[in-house]
Structure formats: C-alpha cells, structure tokens
C-alpha cells in the first residue's frame, strides 16, 4: 500500500483516521496525566544542534554493529504488544519491514503472532523481551523457544511490576477482547475495515504453552496473564537467573538512573535501554533523552546504551547519539505507520527516520554516526545543553 506521509507526525495522523478511536487511544496514549509521555516528545525540542560547515559530506554511513550484527540504520523496532489492534498484518508485517529496512525487530512477550511465525519472516537480527515471571519454567520454555526460532537478543523489561493505569483506555472502556460499550461500538462500525481486520481475533501466541492463546482464555485466565505480564517481587537476583539462562545478548529495558544502570552491569547485562515505556508506566518521570546522560556516564563503556521514547525525528535520533546512545528504538511510529499502511507503512516510517538521519548528519557536517558526540550539540548560555546531566536539578 503506498504510503506518502512525509513526517510521522503526518503518519500518526493518517493512524488516527483510520482506526476507531479505542484503538489508535490505546497506541498512543500513556499513563495517568500524560506528562511523561508528552515530555519525551519535548525533551528533543529543548536540545539545539551545532552544525559545522565545508567538511565534505558528500559520502554518508548511518550502519552501525551492534552485539556483532550490522544494522544499516540506528533505529530498531520496540517491543508492543497486541500489534494487531494498529493493523491487519501485526508483528509479521512488522519483522518483514524491519528486514527490508535493515534492522532489528523486538518482538514483545504479549506479542499476538507467535515466535514461530514470525521468525521464518526475519531477514534481519530478531530480538525478544521478556519479563521477569514468577514461574521460572515459562521463562525457560520460551528461551528454548527462542533459542530455537534464532533470536539473537533478549531484552527483560524491567519498568512493570505492577501494570500503569492509562486513563484512555479506561475512559473508551478498552479491554481484551473487545467487549463494546454503545458509544464505542458507534465508531468501531465506522471502521468497517479495521473491524474486519480483528478477525480472527487476535491471540497471544507465546502464551500458548500456558493455555492462554486467545484474549478471550486471556480475560478466563486474567490473574495468570496478570502475573505473566507485572510481577512485583521480582529483584535484581531474578535479573542475574535470567543472565545464567541466557548465553546471547542481554539488555534490560526501563532504566533511569544511574544506579540501576549500575545494578544491571553488576548483573553482566550486555545492554541498557533507557526507558519510561513510553510513558505508559509512571507518571512524572523524566524524559528518557534527559536521563540518557547519566545512564551513559555510569555504564562507563561497559554496556552499550540504547534509549527509546519520543523519538519522530532524524534530527531525535543524532540528538539521543550525540548524548551516547548507541542506537534508539521506535514504539508508536512503526504502529502508526502498521495502521496507515501494513508492511509498506512500517517501511516508509523506518525510511522517513533514515533520510532524516541521513540530511542532518549531512548539514551537521558529518559523515558517519561516529562523529556524533558533544560537539554536535549546542551549548547556549543557560540552554539545555549546558546542563550538566541534561534535566539535572540545578
Ligand atoms: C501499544 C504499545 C504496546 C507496548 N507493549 C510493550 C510490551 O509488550 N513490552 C515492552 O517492554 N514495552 C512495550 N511498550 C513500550 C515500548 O517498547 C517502548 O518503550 C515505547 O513505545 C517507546 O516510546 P515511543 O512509543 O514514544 O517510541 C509498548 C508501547 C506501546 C505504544
């Protein structure tokens, strides 16, 4: 399907009219008030950029190595769950275009298409994330599992010991599966084609070997997928089990602050995503860009450093590598473009970020991701850049 957005903001509007609003509400909506999620956003807007002149751009190299496979662009795919609810083609539709794109899809836990499916799909690195389950042998299982279908990282989100209460799904009376109140019902029959396209209903195909493959078993078995998705007990030692399980990659996603960045690496994680879930969890943390800073400064080197959260723009993304991301990861922007227009969709979106990474490294004068470092940021008296620790109190 030709997609002709030209910014994802535009893409995000083209999700809007196209699902009912339950739908696109539960994509793009977040915890609470909201806060974080919009300062994600806002947090790129305050950092200003430094560009250098008559460098010699005319060759440019976004490809970068990471855990010893390339990626032609510095833009992976986040895990989220229920795809399904943006589009038709869900997660298979998502792995296909992040291998004609280049880079390496997440597939969430609380995925609907199983490992299985979509891993014959794969044409570039498949990640997985995981949370950290009370029952030991579903963590087990499905790392066979993994093992098996050839995934090459594993990504243990770490920000949900209890699940974050997001007001527009409560206020459309979102649940799974859809259990339709009247004015919701009204817009869902104005949305012919995404209605059409929740059939066959969506299922949770990792659960499976827990009895709980449809969301109808789901909602039967609500207090098992509850303690599959949210476990409150879990520690750090969980976290190194997971490491003695696990002989790939190991990143853990949903870190802040320094000390747990500390507390992870201490743990022998390969990887640390700064995370706030795309604010979707707490409300009133800070912008994932303004706690990279210190993330970076306590991982030292010892772990590589990826964030995601807010990122629509090229220009986001040299910002978050000039603060020492390694690479940034896209949630609502691949789902947007899924809701606008399947695996073509998910494509255009990926290659909208590539050329705008692509024209700022160019008028930054630089020619590949290794010349993005402080320099490329502006530091005005009292700017954001200025501060140390950006977000820092000061
Ligand atoms: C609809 C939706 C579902 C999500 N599901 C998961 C999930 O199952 N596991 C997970 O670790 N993160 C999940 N996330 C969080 C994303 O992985 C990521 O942290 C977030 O979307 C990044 O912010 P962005 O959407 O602004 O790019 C989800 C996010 C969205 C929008």
């Given at each position: 399907?030709?997609?002709?957005?030209?910014?994802?903001?535009?893409?995000?509007?083209?999700?809007?009219?196209?699902?009912?609003?339950?739908?696109?509400?539960?994509?793009?909506?977040?915890?609470?008030?909201?806060?974080?999620?919009?300062?994600?956003?806002?947090?790129?807007?305050?950092?200003?950029?430094?560009?250098?002149?008559?460098?010699?751009?005319?060759?440019?190299?976004?490809?970068?190595?990471?855990?010893?496979?390339?990626?032609?662009?510095?833009?992976?795919?986040?895990?989220?769950?229920?795809?399904?609810?943006?589009?038709?083609?869900?997660?298979?539709?998502?792995?296909?275009?992040?291998?004609?794109?280049?880079?390496?899809?997440?597939?969430?836990?609380?995925?609907?298409?199983?490992?299985?499916?979509?891993?014959?799909?794969?044409?570039?690195?498949?990640?997985?994330q995981l949370y950290l389950w009370p029952r030991r042998e579903v963590v087990t299982g499905l790392l066979d599992r993994a093992r098996r279908a050839g995934v090459h990282a594993l990504m243990v989100t770490v920000d949900v010991p209890v699940i974050g209460r997001r007001v527009r799904d409560v206020r459309n009376g979102f649940t799974v599966p859809l259990a339709l109140r009247p004015r919701v019902a009204a817009d869902v029959l104005r949305h012919p084609r995404w209605l059409r396209s929740m059939y066959p209903p969506p299922t949770f195909g990792n659960l499976v070997a827990e009895?709980?493959?449809?969301?109808?078993?789901?909602?039967?078995?609500?207090?098992?997928?509850?303690?599959?998705?949210?476990?409150?007990?879990?520690?750090?030692?969980?976290?190194?089990?997971?490491?003695?399980?696990?002989?790939?990659?190991?990143?853990?996603?949903?870190v802040l602050t320094a000390a747990d960045a500390d507390e992870a690496i201490a743990c022998g994680v390969d990887g640390i995503v700064v995370s706030n879930h795309g604010g979707r969890q707490l409300d009133?943390?800070?912008?994932?860009?303004?706690?990279?800073?210190?993330?970076?400064?306590?991982?030292?080197?010892?772990?590589?450093?990826?964030?995601?959260?807010?990122?629509?723009?090229?220009?986001?993304?040299?910002?978050?590598?000039?603060l020492g991301a390694r690479a940034v990861l896209v949630g609502r922007p691949w789902l947007y473009g899924l809701a606008a227009g399947g695996e073509d969709g998910v494509v255009h979106a990926l290659e909208l970020l590539r050329s705008e990474v692509d024209r700022a490294l160019a008028l930054l004068g630089c020619t590949s991701l290794a010349g993005l470092d402080a320099a490329v940021l502006h530091h005005a008296v009292g700017g954001a850049a200025e501060r140390p620790g950006a977000g820092a109190a000061w």
């Open positions: 399907m030709p997609v002709a957005a030209p910014t994802i903001g535009d893409l995000r509007r083209d999700a809007q009219r196209r699902l009912p609003r339950l739908a696109f509400d539960f994509v793009d909506g977040g915890a609470d008030d909201e806060v974080t999620l919009r300062d994600n956003v806002a947090a790129f807007d305050r950092v200003r950029l430094a560009p250098r002149v008559l460098r010699d751009v005319a060759r440019r190299d976004q490809t970068l190595e990471l855990f010893g496979r390339e990626l032609s662009l510095p833009v992976l795919i986040a895990p989220t769950g229920m795809a399904r609810v943006a589009g038709r083609g869900g997660d298979v539709a998502g792995v296909r275009a992040a291998g004609r794109a280049g880079t390496a899809f997440t597939l969430s836990t609380m995925s609907n298409d199983a490992l299985e499916a979509v891993a014959p799909h794969t044409t570039a690195p498949l990640w997985l009895g709980v493959r449809t969301p109808g078993e789901a909602l039967a078995h609500a207090e098992l997928v509850t303690q599959l998705l949210a476990h409150p007990a879990a520690t750090w030692a969980d976290l190194r089990w997971v490491r003695e399980q696990w002989e790939g990659p190991l990143l853990i996603k949903g009133g943390v800070p912008a994932t860009l303004d706690a990279l800073p210190a993330v970076v400064e306590a991982a030292a080197g010892r772990a590589e450093v990826l964030l995601d959260g807010g990122v629509r723009r090229g220009t986001d993304v040299v910002k978050a590598l000039a």
